[in-house]
């Protein structure tokens, strides 16, 4: 059977605060490699490449967190699994237990904060 627990709650319980803040500092990375694109004219210089970079900070985000599971810097098992349509696929972070299955979203600042 499969509980659903809130968020903070299954944090807590499955990950120390430094396997946490470890993985603050991939997705902080993450979002700065997506900076450095931005930044480079050549390329993205056009209202169009905010479609290109939003998705871009996704795929970054999870290729990172992909690496370091695989590097044994964070303690989980991971797969790469499609949705339910097949149309796109995702990073699962499984804990050693398989207790925990963590898939990374992006949110807005504002939808974080409601």
Partial sequence: MIEFLDARSALKES???????????????SYNIVKSMERDKNYLDSLLAKNVL?????????IQLEKAIKSNILPFKCKIKPNSANNH??????????????????????????
């Fill in 15 to 29: 990950m120390s605060q430094e396997t946490q803040i470890e993985i603050a500092k991939l997705i902080k990375r």
């Fill in 54 to 62: 939003t998705y871009l900070s996704s795929i970054i985000v999870e």
């Fill in 89 to 114: 696929y995702h990073l699962e972070m499984i804990s050693f237990d398989n207790k925990y299955i963590f898939t990374i979203s992006q949110t807005s600042k504002k939808e974080r904060d409601s």
